[in-house]
């Protein structure tokens, strides 16, 4: 008799501070304890047996493939544009620049609207739409409100969308075209999210914010589970990636715990390294002074805009992560970020965002420091295609431009 499988959907919601559970089947925002992010909880043991490496073959090559452990119930919410299974491109000329030997570019720039944030939005949409919001809202740096606008325009959801004024201009003229109500301020992510909060509490908007509400995590794992079958059932030696708000730092540190309780792997995991820009690292900071929170960082400024970002809610969660993992953190100047985007374009044929720039500039620093191993593999995050900032400061320092004629 063959068993069937377990119905779709979480179990529960869980304080990621005190651990306290509420109820996962309707919209949530932080825990009511603590007023912390919720983690989704699923019941792993009665999915084991129907979740296994074996049962992904013949599946689409997308983030869905994973969906026992995603919360989505009802299938006809599940959007698909896309998103997710990007390419793990090896780079071996990149590597020996860096003093590595195997060294993997995830590029997170052919997701939906270019960037990573098409995972998390496109869940974080999906269940608001599933658990009845009628209306959702977020503060952005740009690229999560793009995706955000674009989900919402796939399910007919409304969407506010409230950026900086400094935005590049090609992502404020993709969430226009997405038919998202966008707001420009000037200000930081922060001022905006101030913003967001008075029109939630206004209008009865849902929150999108990052980690304000439990489901944008579980898109962003999907990078975990990712890499474990692209690497063919191993995970690497070391993750760097860049932080913003942390999502997808803490997202594929849940997929790793998840998938030791699935009997997918053992207590191996990856060491993970936050990378901030210079002028705006709160997390870097926090981890160098041994602390468990992250002291907002006063007057940031870096042209990567997804870096840009004073204050976290998921700070003790990132500075969780590192230290969990034996990683750490590293700050990079926007100089060296660009000089990396032009060496990432030269060697691999793949245009870096700022953001991924800074993680090969990252890296270099790690291997002087000898934190990095030669023999180590290493994947880095590309988290957006550098399309994105044509119009800002420029990617290719002038000194790395090939000559004319």
């Not at 043991?45 to 983030?63: E, Q, S, W």
């Not at 985007?341 to 245009?351: K, L, N």
């Not at 550098?386 to 990617?395: A, I, N, W």
Request: glycine share 12%; hydrophobic share 40%; with cysteine.
């Amino acid at each position: 008799m063959t068993i069937p499988p377990p119905a779709r959907g979480a179990t529960h919601l869980e304080c990621t501070r005190c651990g306290a559970t509420q109820e996962s089947e309707r919209l949530a925002g932080v825990s009511g304890c603590c007023e912390k992010p919720l983690f989704v909880r699923y019941d792993l043991d009665r999915i084991r047996p129907h979740f296994r490496p074996p049962d992904l073959n013949g599946r689409r090559p997308d983030l869905w493939r994973y969906e026992e452990v995603l919360p989505v119930r009802d299938p006809s919410f599940q959007t698909r544009l896309g998103e997710g299974f990007t390419p793990l491109i090896a780079v071996p000329r990149l590597a020996a620049r860096l003093g590595l030997s195997r060294v993997w570019i995830k590029e997170e720039g052919q997701n939906p609207t270019g960037s990573f944030k098409a995972r998390g939005l496109a869940l974080a949409v999906a269940r608001a739409a599933e658990l009845g919001a009628k209306e959702v809202a977020l503060p952005s740096a740009g690229n999560a409100g793009s995706a955000a606008a674009a989900y919402g325009a796939a399910l007919g959801l409304p969407v506010h969308v409230v950026v900086p004024a400094d935005t590049p201009a090609p992502i404020v003229e993709e969430i226009r075209a997405l038919g998202a109500d966008l707001k420009l301020i000037d200000g930081l992510i922060t001022d905006c999210g101030r913003i967001v909060q008075e029109a939630v509490h206004a209008h009865g908007w849902f929150d999108l914010s990052t980690l304000k509400e439990p489901y944008r995590v579980e898109g962003k794992k999907t990078m975990g589970y990712e890499l474990y079958e692209q690497l063919d059932a191993r995970l690497p030696d070391a993750i760097v990636y860049p932080t913003g708000g942390g999502t997808g730092l803490i997202g594929m540190w849940k997929a790793f715990e998840e998938m030791e309780r699935l009997g997918w792997i053992g207590s191996e995991r990856p060491r993970m390294f936050s990378v901030q820009a210079e002028c705006c690292a709160p997390i870097v900071r926090a981890w160098e002074q041994g602390m468990e929170e992250a002291e907002p960082w006063e007057n940031a400024e870096t042209y990567a805009s997804g870096l840009r970002v004073p204050r976290a809610i998921g700070d003790f969660l990132m500075l969780r992560v590192l230290r969990e993992s034996g990683g750490g953190g590293v700050a990079v100047p926007d100089s060296a970020m660009a000089e990396w985007v032009a060496r990432i374009g030269a060697d691999t044929g793949v245009f870096a965002c700022p953001e991924g720039g800074a993680t090969a500039a990252a890296a270099e620093v790690l291997v002087a420091r000898g934190i990095l191993r030669p023999d180590d593999e290493v994947v880095l995050f590309n988290t957006g295609s550098g399309l994105k900032y044509v119009g800002m400061t420029p990617l290719v320092p002038a000194h790395l431009q090939p000559a004319e004629g």
